[in-house]
């Protein structure tokens, strides 16, 4: 049985799949915040500490080990995971999210299993609360509308819609739906809060499912979704929007520039259907929010 | 005297039965640990045929069996897993694999082997009942005659 006198409350989720050797080394950070623990076939775990990166060169984890972590990660079943697994990750309970890298084995074209696994990449969400309460307050309470965030990987696009849905579901009398495909924007605790009186959730639902199911079932007035990464997802979107529903959603582009020029996202540009662009960036600890209208003007923020 | 003797050899055919009765169930737990295999058989080929629930969840289940189901609680918490005397080397062998079985890959791959299993759980099965029905009333009526021969010689 592993001991859990010594662990610390606030990454104690975390710690549920972790080896103890890695544990044990954690726990020394003090609860500081973690972002992310990369963890590589033999080689020193990195892990990410607020914002700032650190190498553990005393602990590397084998193959096995690796595989440990996964098993326990999907409390010793496979199974109850094996749609995310063939598409690359597991979401945990609690909203972390472990990217895995291996040899991916095929058959009839699809992906059946990952075998040999040789990286995990666990990002650890931090739910900042208050995060979106200026765009909300100054633009989006007034006007409502569908809303792109854009931003590069790690930087808090994910954070930004969790707490903007959170808000309109709190101040506002309109059914949010979530379409959750990786289990990370809804984390348990925002699940559970009574404030969420207005929040249906679909987890592991694919965007095209997701904005037809709830559209046909939910009467939603918003729909929250993740990261749109193909043209499909772009498509699917614009009906939703052009059907009446807003859509929140999110993008990787680093700029607002950046977005323009990529052509996946052609479909989004052409249809018009955000009403603001939200841009985050970081420098150094410090993240920027820039907002910017349906005609890429800049706002006053 | 006659009264103290009668009460006795009473409590002789008493005695003598609840011994009978203790032995002859040794042969029931035993058909109802097997009951027990295939009853979570059943459960987990269902489950992982529509809800693929974790397994902690799937064999959550009421079981016949007070030793299959603390067997359960072990493997769940990943500790050693204690099987009851009646089970033989060979079964303790294909147990351990049924389990090792369990949540350690895809659906289809658990399902198959599961079904496979399943067949020689059945076997064991009927061969307990076949014990049971066999040995439970002889037992029982032995321990009743033996109970009896106790009276008649106290008395």
């Known amino acids: ?301 | 005297m006659f009264l103290i003797k009668i009460a006795f050899g009473a409590l002789c055919v008493y005695t003598s039965i609840k011994i009978a009765k203790t032995k002859a169930m040794a042969f029931k737990e035993e058909y109802y640990f097997w009951e027990s295999v295939v009853l979570s058989c059943d459960v987990l080929i269902s489950d992982l045929s529509y809800k693929k629930s974790e397994v902690n969840a799937s064999l959550n289940v009421d079981y016949p069996s007070e030793s299959y189901a603390k067997i359960v609680a072990s493997f769940i918490k990943g500790e050693e897993m204690l099987f009851p005397k009646f089970i033989s080397q060979d079964d303790k062998i294909k147990l351990e694999n049924f389990f090792s079985t369990i949540g350690a890959s895809n659906s289809n791959t658990q399902k198959t082997a599961i079904i496979s299993q399943k067949t020689d759980f059945l076997k064991c099965r009927e061969i307990s009942k076949n014990k049971f029905d066999k040995n439970y009333s002889a037992i029982i009526k032995v321990g009743f005659a033996v109970g009896i021969m106790l009276l008649i010689l106290v008395i």
Do not use: W
């Open chain 1, 1 to 301: 049985m592993r001991s859990n006198k010594r662990l610390s409350k606030i990454q104690y989720s975390v710690y549920e799949f972790l080896p103890e050797k890695l544990i044990k080394e954690l726990s020394a950070l003090k609860n500081k915040p973690l972002n992310e623990i990369r963890i590589r076939k033999d080689c020193p775990v990195k892990v990410v500490i607020n914002g700032e990166v650190k190498i553990l060169n005393k602990i590397s984890l084998s193959e096995a080990e690796i595989e440990r972590v996964i098993l326990r990660l999907c409390k010793n079943s496979i199974h109850a995971y094996e749609e995310q697994i063939k598409r690359g990750f597991i979401t945990s309970d609690n909203g972390e999210r472990v990217g895995i890298a291996g040899e991916f084995v095929k058959e009839n074209g699809s992906i059946l299993a990952i075998k040999n696994v040789t990286s995990l990449c666990v990002r650890i969400p931090n739910e900042v609360n208050g995060v979106s309460n200026k765009f909300y307050d100054k633009f989006y309470k007034n006007t409502g509308g569908s809303v792109l965030v854009l931003s590069k990987a790690g930087v808090g696009k994910t954070t930004f819609i969790r707490d903007l849905a959170l808000n309109i579901s709190k101040n506002e009398n309109k059914n949010v739906v979530v379409v959750d495909e990786r289990n990370e924007i809804a984390l348990k605790g925002v699940k559970n809060k009574k404030s969420n009186h207005c929040l249906d959730v679909l987890t592991y639902a694919d965007k095209h499912f997701g904005f037809t199911q709830a559209i046909r079932t939910l009467n939603p007035d918003v729909i929250v979704t993740d990261e749109l990464v193909c043209e499909e997802d772009a498509i699917s979107l614009v009906d939703t929007v052009y059907g009446g529903v807003d859509v929140i959603a999110t993008a990787h582009a680093k700029s607002i520039e950046g977005f323009y020029l990529r052509k996946r996202f052609s479909t989004l540009k052409n249809s018009k259907v955000f009403d603001y662009y939200v841009v985050i960036s970081k420098t150094g600890l410090e993240r920027n929010i820039e907002i910017f209208n349906s005609e890429f003007k800049k706002l006053c923020f």
